[in-house]
T-cell receptor
Framework: NAGVTQTPKFQVLKTGQSMTLQCAQDMNHEYMSWYRQDPGMGLRLIHYSVGAGITDQGEVPNGYNVSRSTTEDFPLRLLSAAPSQTSVYFC?????????????FGQGTRLTVV | AQKITQTQPGMFVQEKEAVTLDCTYDTSDQSYGLFWYKQPSSGEMIFLIYQGSYDEQNATEGRYSLNFQKARKSANLVISASQLGDSAMYFCAMRESGNTDKLIFGTGTRLQVFP
């Protein structure tokens, strides 16, 4: 059981470049989310999805796009990378069925924008 | 607005001793869940323990227990018999009821266990 898989694990981008962070889960979870982690700020929600075809913005959505065409996949797109987007990105998934169930996190993607 | 506050940026504890990591929260919801996650130096997020707002007893998971004081809006993590492998960042998080899965995280506490 792979859980939540994120790729790549490390990435360096030049300012203005675009890229997609991949996230896939094999637990048939309805909920999927993207967070960014910056020093001293904990994790902050970027975008989330409550099911295929449904997405919404979190606390820090600017500069990021998401889509969810399948239950399994929830890619995060950076349209024009900026140094302020240098961060560690986590994808998470959880089940709607039980409120008390924990969110499962991927291993994270460390992104540096130069 | 919902908020999680962790006031201890860093904590030290000797091996085999107990340690309490503080967490206070702010919410107007009656139904919510509180979580603690561990992040070792390798970077992954590891779920430790969960407490529901309507749970009457404090949650326990092995050496981890959650000291839940609803009236004070606090959800402190207690680690008993600390081990060197407990050295990590610890995050408190809250999920509110509703048809979403938004987690609000605190800024974390770095715990260092020394021999």
């Amino acid at each position: 059981n792979a859980g939540v898989t994120q790729t790549p694990k490390f990435q360096v981008l030049k300012t203005g470049q675009s890229m997609t962070l991949q996230c896939a889960q094999d637990m048939n979870h309805e909920y999927m989310s993207w967070y960014r982690q910056d020093p001293g700020m904990g994790l902050r929600l970027i975008h989330y999805s409550v099911g295929a075809g449904i997405t919404d913005q979190g606390e820090v959505p600017n500069g990021y796009n998401v889509s969810r065409s399948t239950t399994e996949d929830f890619p995060l797109r950076l349209l024009s990378a900026a140094p302020s987007q240098t961060s560690v990105y986590f994808c998470a998934s959880s089940s709607f069925d039980r409120f008390g169930t924990e969110a499962f996190f991927g291993q994270g993607t460390r992104l540096t924008v130069v | 607005a919902q908020k999680i506050t962790q006031t201890q940026p860093g904590m030290f504890v000797q091996e085999k001793e107990a340690v309490t990591l503080d967490c206070t929260y702010d919410t107007s919801d009656q139904s919510y869940g509180l979580f603690w996650y561990k992040q070792p130096s390798s970077g992954e997020m590891i779920f430790l323990i969960y407490q529901g707002s309507y749970d009457e007893q404090n949650a326990t998971e092995g050496r981890y227990s959650l000291n839940f004081q609803k009236a004070r809006k606090s959800a402190n993590l207690v680690i008993s018999a600390s081990q060197l492998g407990d050295s990590a960042m610890y995050f408190c998080a809250m999920r509110e009821s509703g048809n979403t899965d938004k987690l609000i995280f605190g800024t974390g506490t770095r715990l260092q266990v020394f021999p």
